[in-house]
């Protein structure tokens, strides 16, 4: 619990620093402080693959994570962690290997950025999503992973049942 | 549809593939295990080098539970390396070699926070570095050696670049400079370098000076002072309605060619929409780079390009190499320049096909030779690290009639 908390300062302060662009005020993690935090809370992982200086980063930051409740959900139910796409910062997969974070990108095919992967708190992806999203957008995806829907269907086919 | 564009592309890229005569592809490195995870990742991608009649390849793996950095070395005319060298004694990362004369190799690593360099076969190791830094690299010319690296400075990384002086089997720092003098106002680093007929040197480097990766460059011609910094990119990105700064550009490389030009290559995000491109940009010997120049063909032109590479030599020859997933996987691919624009991309043969071929590095030798280091992944085996030799047709014809 001690651990987790100081993880989370960690976590505040790095956010602040100006590597990358994290929206303000959430308690972000590098990878493996955030893989190390999910693993002892159980909580799934929200990744967010940001690019320094993109504005659909900046975007999102402002139009969506600026909403309180959306705030709230995040924190609460998620480790969340910022890996920058284009940083020679090195982390840790959960196989053991050693990459910058910029290798990350590689191993996500990432084309765009922003990128939202969600994790099980092991570090296996569930699903990964590219671009610009609404709070609703994030709403919907929370539900679709905290409710386990993810094992049996698509994130597509969760929303067209949504819809 | 996709068979039909396979096909076009094939005989689109005839001419150019007839240039090569590749050897069989040989594997490096007696580590291969689902935890071995070798890397080809260097500042520069100078992981091999030829020197004398040895081709040599530097990589880290982490087959005892540590990244450690390796070198492995083969003499031209043999089939497969010599058993690894370790170069590291704790956690390794970004090895580098290039040859110097003698036949000798220097090679340069990041351990435990520093930056270290060697003279190889047998040279004792030197500290180049005298605080925390990384992304080390090393150039050469006749008897020209620089490295550069990326060293902390308050609280961000800068750029310095070395004159190195190599004797016998020992090498030592003659002089160590930042690019700039005054501290960094944000990050920098992976710097890339090429050295000049007469010893003039360029460096170029990603830099976040403008709140969004630019890759800038700089040149000396002594090594002890720097010109002021300019972009390497002629995209003048900003921020968008307010947002962001701007778009990314990364991990410049640098080689020289017809002796005293120098081509930039490097990873490009100007179309967002994509992934990132490969770019390049020349010096035509006045040191300053001109307008940017697309490299990848339409063919490559919705999917990421990734780990592009510049290789030059003094006979003209420019070449580029990158992998991307075109053909369904990742694959090495290699473009030539022809004087007015980038050819048609040619995969690598053993280094495309069925499986993820990535990482390539390569070097051209003074025959003209293009030796071609890459990593191949299998999810069942682990990665691996394989070497090819690319022949320019002509000079395997002129052996065939006994020359």
Known sequence: MRL?????????????????????????????????????????????????????????NKKTFSDAALKKLYMQNYVLVYVDAESGKRLTLPSGERITEAELGVRLQAFATPLFVYLTPAGDKIVQIPGFKTVQDFRDYDRYVRGGHYKDQTLMEFLGAKS | MRAAAAWLLALLAFPVQAEWEWSEPVTLGTARGAASFPHLESANRRGVAVSGDSVGVAWEDSRDGTPHCYLALKPLAAPAFDAETRLSAAECYTPVLI?????????????GGRVYARVLPDGERIALSTSDAGQVTLASRADHVYAAWAEQAGRFRRIVVARLEVKENTVTVNTAKPVEARPPANEQGWPALAVRDGGGVTVAWEDRRYRHTVPMV??????????????????????????????????PTLTVWKRNRVAAVWLDKRDFLSGYDVYAAFDSGKRRFGRNVQVQDGFGDNMAQWHAQAVGDDDGRLLVLWDDARDGTPDVWLAEWNGKSFGDNVAVPGASGPGAQTDPVATLDAQGRLHVVWLEQDEAKGARIRYARGTPRHLESSRAVGR
């Open chain 1, 4 to 60: 987790t908390r100081i993880l989370l300062m960690v976590g505040l302060l790095w956010s602040g620093a100006s590597f990358a662009d994290p929206p303000r005020g959430y308690p972000f993690l590098g990878y493996d402080a955030g893989l190390k935090a999910a693993r002892e809370s159980g909580k799934p992982i929200f990744l967010y693959f940001g690019r320094y200086g993109c504005a659909w980063c900046d975007h999102t």
């Open chain 2, 99 to 111: 040859a110097v004369n003698g036949g000798r190799f220097v090679a340069a690593w990041e351990e």
């Open chain 2, 218 to 251: 700089s040149h000396s011609r002594d090594g002890r002072s720097f010109a002021t910094p300019v972009r390497l990119t002629d995209h003048k990105s900003g921020a968008v309605n307010g947002l962001g700064a701007g778009t990314g550009a990364m991990r």
